[in-house]
């Protein structure tokens, strides 16, 4: 019952944590486009980025649940083989005994566990705001956008795009044939009609 506690205690910082990598993922995304999205967002966006990154892509739920499962295996594996040579040198390497009471190296194997798992997923986030925005550098300056919505402004007239991102207030998207990043607020756009690539 205290172990559910101290999780239940430990939940909000978690959350904390994933926004910040939210945050932080969005900013370098976005710096490498020349915008600094902090003044396009609300507090709402900024709480909803990291579980909308992650529901967005079932692929990176996915490699975060394996590499959680993997980090855990492996905690599960070095506790098993404590007194074994390889598992006593890398233990020692986070200064943890392996000498003493086996409900002590549980504990002590915990911090390290929670650490890896955070540093995995700041690696992750980082990784995917510096990949996903020179990607998308990349494809405005080649003209290689797929454009995958087509929108009708306050003017009536259609127009085909790349969206980049939505927040809850703006549109950042690519014209079709135009090397320049559009922000626009929600209220000036009439339709946003999804293209369906076949």
């Known amino acids: 019952m205290k172990y559910l506690e101290k999780i239940q205690g430990l939940l909000p910082l978690g959350y904390l944590y994933l926004i910040v990598l939210g945050l932080l993922k969005e900013s370098i995304l976005f710096y490498q ?7 396009y967002s609300s507090i709402t966006d900024i709480l909803i980025s990291p579980i909308a990154d992650m529901a967005s892509s079932p692929i990176l739920i996915i490699v975060i649940i394996t590499v959680v499962i993997l980090f855990f295996l492996f905690q599960i594996i070095l506790f098993k083989n404590s007194h074994k040579n390889w598992s006593k040198k890398l233990l020692g390497s986070y200064k943890i005994n392996t000498e003493g009471d086996k409900q002590e ?15 995995e997923l ?9 990949g996903e925005g020179a990607n998308i550098n990349r494809r405005i300056d080649t003209q290689s956008l797929q454009y995958n919505y087509k929108i009708i402004s306050s003017s009536g007239e259609p127009t085909e795009i790349y969206m980049i991102d939505i927040n809850s207030s703006y549109y950042f998207y ?18 946003l009609e999804i293209i369906n690539k076949k």
């Open 33 to 39: 486009l020349g915008i600094n999205i902090l003044k």
């Open 174 to 191: 690519v014209t079709k044939g135009d090397k320049h990043i559009k922000i626009a607020p929600v209220g000036t756009i009439n339709t």
């Open 105 to 119: 190296l549980k504990k002590k194997m915990v911090p390290v566990f929670a650490i890896m798992v955070a540093f």
């Open 122 to 130: 700041l690696a992750l986030f980082i990784g995917l705001g510096i």
